[in-house]
Structures are given as C-alpha cells and as structure tokens.
C-alpha cells in the first residue's frame, strides 16, 4: 500500500523537486560574471557543434515530404505550385521545430544528463560545493540558456536548409520547378508560422536542457545510475516535447 502510494504521488514530488532545482538555479543569475564562459562553451556545444547533423537531417525532412507531397497530389487539375504550399509551411510550423528537439533530445540531452550525472557519482559535484561555488547554478544555468538561445538559430537553420532541399529535390526528379514551388509557398505564406515556429523552439530548448540537468543532477548508483539518467533524460525530453508541441498549436494557432 505505502509502495503504491509512493508510485502515485512520484510524478508530483518530481515536479516539485524540479521546479526548486530550477528556482535555485536562477535565483544566482546574479552570479552571471562567473558562468559566462561556461555559458559561451554550451552555446558551442548545443548550438555550433549542432548544425551538421540539424542541416542534414533538414535536408532530408524536406527532400522526403516534397517527394511524398509530389506522390499523393498527382493530378492535371492540381497546379504543382501546391507541393511548395505544402511542404514549406509544413516546415517552419512542425518539422523544423520537432525534427530538430528530437535530434538534439538524444545529442544534447543525453550528453548533459551523462555529464552531470558523472560529476554526481564521482563526487565532482560535491568537490564545488566543498569550494564555495554554487554548483546548481555553475552547472545549470548556463546549460539552460545556451539551450534556449541557441535552440532558435538550429531551427532557423533547418527551415531553411529544408525548404532548399525540397525545392532541389522536386526540380531535379521533375515534381515541380523551383519557381513554382517558390510561387506556392509564397500564396499560402502567413507571416505568423515563422513566429510560432520560434516560440516553439524556445521552449524545446528549454526542455531539451532543463529535464536533463535535472536527470543528471540527481544522479545515484554508480555507472548504472549514469546510464538510466541518460536514457531517461533523452525519452522524457522527447515526450515532453510532444506534449509542448500539442499544446503551444492548440493555444497559438
């Protein structure tokens, strides 16, 4: 009985533990002098070392939906400007923002998890304590901001590396010409979808960060414990991510 009750209230006492981790975390901003190149380093890492496998990813996500759109919308009474009106709004609302919150789920989120959740086990996190640093703040913080600014330069990025992948891709198989499927995309173009876009990845960036600090910083039982923070940090980011991404379309658009 006392187990199930525990497994019940599990998810509040975890949120209420976050939540306080991240109060802590922020309430040092104002020892911002002492991370700011901790937070340079992770704007390189989450964002700079980032872009090969977002821009390739991007490539192929728009390649692929063009090819799929050109598939489903072969008809002489449909003009082929509608493959561009498909596949680039289809982009900047959904598959530039989560395609890359997926990607960087797995990269960045496992890679802090694993990182704080080493330093947890080894004992590295104490030794800063030990030394007067904030350690919440030292290591979290800058974590989380590079997540969120750097997160809206990846998506950009993507959006546009796939919009010119599948403007290649249905020129060259024939689908529709690169200025009808500029033309297209043009028609149905709403200045409000890049915005939603960016809104969405800054919370992605928030998630694809804060979760896994929190995975990582509580870390416990040994190389087995790094190993079950890291895989739990990549899922839980991936799934909070989908319930975000439900619930940022349901309320902005």
Known sequence: ?????SRVLHPAAALGKFTLLLVKAFSSVGEFRF????????MVK????????????????GAVTTVQTAYQLVSPLI??????AVVVPSLILELGAVVTGFLLAGRVGARIAAELGTMRVTEQIDALE????????????????????????LYVVACFVGVGGGAYVGTITGAVPVGEF????????????????????VVFGFIITAIP?????????????VGRSTTQAAVTSCVYILLADLLLAALLL
């Open 182 to 201: 500029i033309d297209g995309a043009r028609e149905f173009f709403k200045p409000f979808d890049p915005i939603f876009g960016l809104i969405k990845s």
């Open 35 to 42: 991370y700011r190149k901790n937070i340079f380093n992770q």
């Open 79 to 84: 003009p082929k400007s509608v493959i561009g």
């Open 1 to 5: 009985m006392t187990e199930l009750v």
């Open 130 to 153: 030990a030394m007067g640093l904030n350690s919440i703040g030292y290591l979290i913080v800058p974590r989380v901001i590079a997540g969120v600014v750097m997160f809206p330069m």
């Open 213 to 225: 600090c929190y995975k990582g910083y509580f870390t416990d039982g040994g190389a087995e414990g």
């Open 46 to 61: 989450i964002g700079i070392d980032s872009i090969p496998i977002v821009a390739l990813a991007a490539l192929f996500s």
